[in-house]
């Protein structure tokens, strides 16, 4: 699950735990520096009604010459658009073959115009010329001895890091073993380091007894890690705690960081559509399902390298609530020594409960609208959006900051 937190300055204190050398920044609540205000303007819109067709999106990117691709689950196939939003072509195409997927969910791209597809099993990144012909397969290889699956849930290629975090499945005479990890890929698919290994338990204990609690449940390895450009790895591993960790390639955790403030509770329209979404996922056992009273602390986690510096940016818990008038959402900044210097605040339109943000270095924004009706999350009948419910993708500019 995805659902979708202004003043001055606060003090952090750095204390050193000298048995683990780890470095832990604790912040106030409020940034040291500032909070940016950014004002949108649209720069198009694209949907059903320009001859689109999209099920379900699921990853959307935009290259530096302000091209967006849009990562259809459903289609397995990726939709083009020019800086105008003019569609220009569709890469990649549903299937076994050469430069086709089946379980696309990353769209990672290249510098010479081509794109890899990230193929969640095997594990595995489908590579495409920018005209759309294969161009190879970099398949995960197994690095524990034992013959089996390797499967992959999410990655990361940015900075010259390829980055996947990957699940070897053993078929045993008890039944399937899982062990998954967080590690680096080199190209020709060996892997060169582990950064992080789960307990075996990791996204079981809330499904125990025969109940579904939600609040239990944290899927560490979902939208909440990134790379640095020094191939550092930044995550996120506490449900219930504002707590980013940093490791080394070597799997060293070498900083910390936490952030003060009171974790906001989910409203009733909230946790309505998580509810109605796990009964549909789990229609066919229909057990007793428990919805937690609060997001995880960090619900989303990335990192941009920018002329004045790296930022981690965090989407938290607290992103969507007692927003000022006009504020659609709320990102934490932090550096990489892990202070908490700005917030940024997106002025507009939208809601957590149906639509998705997608920010981009060159200060663009992208809105899914009503992705979380097309195939993926269900509507709430007490909570619903009744204008429309088509999938909508709008790409707006950062107009002004203040």
Known sequence: MRLLISCFFLFFTASTTQASEITTIHNGSRPTQSIRHWHLKQQWKVSADDDLFFGRIIDVKMDPHGNTYILDY??????????????????????????????????????????????????????????????????????????????????????????????????????????????????????????????????????????????????????????????????????????????????VIIKSFTRDGQRPMRSQASINKIKKSLTENYSQSNPPII???????????????????????????????????????????????????????IVGTGDPLFDRWYVFQGRQVIMVRNINEGGFDFDDETNPRFDDTDLEVICYRVLWEE
Request: glycine letters at 12%; a negative charge; proline letters at 6%.
């Open 74 to 251: 459903q289609t397995q196939e990726v939709t083009v658009l020019d800086p105008k939003g003019k569609p220009v072509k569709v890469m990649g195409h549903q299937g076994e073959g050469p430069g086709e997927t089946t379980l696309a969910r990353k769209i990672f791209l290249k510098k010479d115009g081509g794109i890899g597809l990230l193929e969640a099993i095997p594990a595995s990144v489908v590579w495409l010329k920018e005209n759309g012909d294969p161009d190879g397969k970099t398949v995960v290889n197994p690095d524990t001895g034992d013959e089996g699956l390797v499967g992959c849930m999410s990655g990361t290629r940015q900075f010259g890091h390829l980055v996947m975090s990957v699940d070897n499945i053993v078929f045993a005479e008890g039944g399937p073993q899982s062990t998954t990890r967080l590690v680096g890929v080199m190209p020709d698919g060996n892997i060169s380091h582990t950064y992080r290994t789960l307990p075996d338990d990791a996204y079981l204990k809330g499904t125990r007894d025969g109940v579904v609690n939600e609040g239990e449940s944290y899927q560490q390895l979902w939208n909440r890690w990134d790379v640095d450009p020094a191939g550092n790895l930044w995550f996120a591993d506490q449900r219930d705690q504002y707590l980013v960790h940093c490791a080394t390639p070597e799997g």
């Open 291 to 345: 919805v937690g009273e609060n997001d995880p602390w960090v619900n989303q986690l990335w990192i941009t390298d920018n002329s004045w510096g790296c930022e981690i940016w965090i989407e938290s818990a607290a992103s969507f609530d007692n927003l000022p008038d006009g504020v659609m959402v709320r990102y934490d900044l932090f550096n990489t020594d892990g202070e908490f210097r700005n917030q940024v605040d």
